[in-house]
């Protein structure tokens, strides 16, 4: 069955043509090389299924206000899977993007028992799998929903209950399973509710044990069944708990050491949970990029009126570039990609919407890697961060990191020779506005 019928069979890049605002590219150009590669090898965009087919446009105060038949009225729940997938696949390939994203729940309906869901999910994957023969279209990463469902409302491998343990990890193994089973570049673990609503009731040490041994458990399974994807933690530092202990990419790379786990886990980096983390984007990725845990993006932006997680298609590439910046001068993406875990506005009802908001989207990614590329040709970043830290190259520097001088030693020698070091211009008002003038010049 066709949904998108007003929309034409692939959104084309249009370049600088007139009429912007309609349904064309008019930067993301998926052939374009850019630093050495096609744009859509750099961006590797995937349209998640979950904001984009499966929610109604509802909110806490109100009911869904979206145009998306195949959520209502149509047969039973497998039946309306089967028609969410057909709309989900024909705006995927309408858009013209190489990936998609799903939670075992968006995929099938939930069934009475483990066993009931597991049959839905493998009907669901079968038919996605055939879907992906015809279209070409590719599973950036799976990932299982360990948060909607009542069980789960004191956490999932953090319950106190070791049961809900074991119901979650019966829920991953297949939902991993599955992503396996497709193809998957990789699988996503987000802890919505692996934190606390109050302290009164709750054992952080022992909650964070479980945690770790759940995360060991599942990065065994992925080696007993041949999964070569990358396994992923997508921090967020609140929303739906209280706290969530995966607060942002310093906590997880943390613990992931503190467990033994690192190399087994990378990191999702949401820019919407980088902010309500109280951080800027380009901080974790330089963090992530920097410590050797970056994996993947959540493309999907906040709100800086508001405190939550608004889920808004990226807009702004002023502050999106500096982090495309990041992750290109680390080599880029290798098995991560840009997601689009977007929402649209509750009022933005019509089904075209959903191909305005990616549009935008994509384009203000296209554009920020384009200024990404100018940024790294134009070498001024590089060139003033490796000259600030020069001086750590020298005799000095080299016996304090290389833990060759004790303070002892290092303060007799700068006691003798009267070291008297001067304070240099950080630059940073000069670095700025170089970075402007490469952001305008830019097309
Ligand atoms: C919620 C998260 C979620 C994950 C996947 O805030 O962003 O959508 O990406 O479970
Ligand atoms: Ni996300
Ligand atoms: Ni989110």
């Not at 499966?54 to 047969?75: A, E, M, V, Y």
């Not at 649209?344 to 384009?370: E, K, V």
């Not at 590089?382 to 080299?398: F, H, I, P, Q, T």
């Amino acid at each position: 069955m066709d949904f998108f019928t007003d929309v034409p069979a692939r959104v084309a890049y249009a370049g600088t043509e007139p009429e912007p605002g309609g349904l064309r590219y008019h930067v993301y150009d998926p052939d374009r090389t850019v630093a050495g590669r096609r744009m859509e090898d750099h961006l590797r965009i995937a349209v998640c299924y979950w904001h984009s087919f499966n929610w109604p446009g509802s909110d806490i105060f109100g009911h869904g206000t979206f145009d998306r038949p195949w959520l209502s009225g149509i047969g039973d729940p497998m039946e309306s899977a089967r028609a969410k997938q057909d709309a989900a696949f024909e705006f995927i390939s309408k858009l013209g993007v190489p990936y998609f994203c799903f939670h075992d729940v968006d995929m099938a309906p939930e069934g009475g028992t483990l066993r009931e869901s597991k049959s839905n999910l493998d009907e669901m994957v079968d038919r996605a799998a055939e879907k992906m023969s015809v279209t070409g279209i590719k599973l950036l990463w799976g990932t299982a929903n360990l948060f909607s469902h009542p069980r789960y409302a004191a956490g999932a491998a953090t319950n106190p209950n070791p049961d809900v343990f074991a119901h979650a990890a019966a829920q991953v193994r297949h939902a991993l399973e599955a992503t396996h089973k497709l193809g998957g570049a990789n699988y996503v673990l987000w802890g919505g509710r692996e934190g606390y609503e109050t302290l009164l009731n709750t054992r952080m040490k022992q909650e964070a044990d479980q945690l770790a041994r759940f995360l060991e458990m599942v990065a065994n399974h992925k080696r007993d069944i041949g999964f070569t994807g990358t396994l992923l933690i997508e921090p967020k530092p609140q929303e739906p708990t209280k706290h969530q202990y995966d607060y942002d990419c310093a906590a997880v790379h943390g613990f992931l050491d503190r467990y033994g786990l690192l190399g087994d886990y990378f990191v999702n980096i949401e820019v919407n949970h980088a902010t309500l983390a109280g951080h800027s984007f380009h901080h974790e990725v330089a963090y992530a990029v920097e410590n050797g845990i970056f994996g993947s993006v959540d493309a999907n932006r906040g709100d800086y009126q508001n405190g939550w997680d608004t889920d808004q298609f990226p807009n702004s590439v002023d502050e999106l570039s500096l982090a495309v910046y990041e992750i290109l001068r680390s080599g880029g993406f290798t098995t991560g990609g840009f997601n689009f875990d977007t929402k649209l506005r509750r009022q933005s009802m019509d089904r075209s919407d959903l191909f305005h908001g990616h549009i935008g989207g994509i384009d203000t990614l296209a554009q920020a890697l384009l200024v990404a590329e100018a940024l790294l040709d134009d070498g001024t970043l590089e060139s003033v961060r490796d000259e600030r830290y020069a001086g750590w190259k020298g005799d000095l520097g080299r016996q304090i990191l290389e833990g060759r001088a004790s303070l002892a030693a290092v303060a007799d020698a700068a006691v003798a020779s009267d070291l008297d070091p001067q304070p240099v211009s950080g630059r940073q008002e000069w670095l700025e506005n170089k970075v402007n003038h490469v952001i305008w010049s830019t097309t």
